[in-house]
């Protein structure tokens, strides 16, 4: 029987086999991860793809209520009356003084709004909620007076704010108080939308005007108190929508022995 013949590259095919079957294996192991990886990206891009979708519906919401508002924002005088200031302000956390400033005896301030009504008596007086510790220990308040004259029958409103000391030491206004009480009033009513009864109401800033009180002395004012000159316009907005409407306040300093004729040439309805 001849000998048996030996293969002699069995040796290195079998060596050249077990590589093969290691690399297949790392392989197969590289493509789990890689189908891991992938699983995990495609996760990744559903979130991405609700989140879009969100963004989407939040547009469009959006869109649909900048249409509504250019639809339905119409003026509305009613802010712009005694009835619906009070309303406005109660908003606000401001109560009536229903006792002082009824009349020039009773405390009452004058004031000339260029309206053709001349000099005369505040609409009315309010007090930092509650009124009766504000009367107590001071704070905000101011009077307003509504021009109306034949001259300027705008209906804006024009408020004197001021913040004032305790009843012990009279109401005198503290320093800088005007400015002080025109800053908080407008701080107040602007920094977010407020409330009263089923009324939303949303205040801003239209400007800060220099040039109204350009020729008013600290001597033009009550109790001889400087102030830097600046009048803030207001503009409120009611909601809801169908009922919307927008006026214009003024805020200003009590006025002695100078009139506010300046700001009667002042568009003030918006």
Do not use: C
Not at 72 to 85: A, I, K, M, R, Y
Not at 226 to 240: M, R, Y
Request: glycine letters at 6%.
């Amino acid at each position: 029987m001849a000998p048996a013949i030996e293969n002699p590259y069995e040796e290195r095919q079998a060596f050249l086999l077990e590589r093969i079957i290691k690399n297949v294996d790392l392989l197969n192991e590289s493509l789990q991860e890689m189908n891991r990886s992938v699983a995990a990206i495609n996760n990744h891009n559903q979130e991405i793809t609700i989140v879009a979708e969100m963004w989407n519906g939040y547009h469009r919401n959006v869109e649909f209520n900048l249409q509504n508002i250019d639809t339905h924002l119409q003026p509305n005088p009613s802010v712009l009356t005694d009835e619906g200031f009070a309303a406005y302000v109660s908003s606000l956390n401001f109560d009536p003084d229903s006792f002082a400033g009824q009349n020039k005896d009773n405390d009452a301030q004058q004031a000339n709004l260029g309206d053709g009504n001349g000099w005369r008596n505040q609409s009315g007086l309010y007090r930092k909620t509650p009124a009766l510790m504000e009367v107590l220990q001071g704070g905000n308040h101011f009077r307003y007076w509504i021009q109306n004259g034949k001259k300027a029958n705008t209906s804006a409103i024009f408020i004197a704010a001021s913040v004032e000391k305790g009843l012990k030491q009279h109401h005198d206004i503290v320093s800088n108080g005007y400015d002080l009480g025109r800053d908080q009033l407008v701080k107040n009513a602007t920094q977010s939308p407020t409330h009263a009864n089923t009324t939303q109401y949303t205040t801003k800033v239209l400007r800060m005007d220099s040039s109204l009180m350009k020729s008013v002395s600290k001597s033009d004012l009550n109790h001889n108190i400087a102030t830097d000159g600046k009048v803030a316009v207001l503009e409120v907005s009611t909601a809801p929508w169908q009922n919307n409407g927008a006026g214009a306040l003024v805020l200003a300093p009590v006025l002695v022995g100078a009139g506010l004729t300046a700001i009667a040439s002042v568009t003030l309805w918006l």
